[in-house]
């Protein structure tokens, strides 16, 4: 079904993450729901394509993208695959969340002196979850 919300730019977006979730999720999957563990591998291939930290300005590592729908995108994605496993929503959410609004356009005191840990929030290197 086509939904009008999204545009040409979100269904090549929408491309991508397939082919990601395919190569880098599909054919481990089922081992990390096993092992209770999802491999480092994994976050950092997402962190290489791009698929942590969208919306966050490139000179911090991010795609510069602030247009929320490609979460939708991601998220829908993963859902589709069944991939319940890996967390990139949770972190992504909550980073968003922990930025507040603008943080992700202009930058704050905090990430201008913490910058490799923004970068490591974005390429893989460090994950951020929350127990509940």
Request: glycine fraction near 14%; proline fraction near 4%; charge should be neutral.
């Amino acid at each position: 079904m086509r939904r009008d919300i999204f545009t040409s730019d979100h269904d090549a977006f929408r491309d991508a993450v397939r082919s990601f979730i395919a190569k880098e999720v599909a054919p481990y999957h089922e081992q990390w729901e096993r092992d209770g563990l999802v491999s480092c591998d994994a976050w950092l291939a997402a962190g290489e394509a791009g698929l942590l930290g969208i919306d966050m300005a490139e000179r911090f590592g991010g795609g510069g993208n602030d247009d929320y729908r490609c979460y939708l995108v991601l998220n829908e994605e993963m859902t589709r695959a069944g991939a319940h496993g890996p967390g990139f929503s949770v972190h992504n959410d909550i980073d968003r969340a922990r930025r507040g609004p603008g943080f992700h356009r202009q930058g704050g005191p905090r990430a201008q002196r913490r910058p490799a840990l923004q970068r490591g929030r974005l390429d893989g290197q460090v994950v951020g979850h929350r127990a509940l």
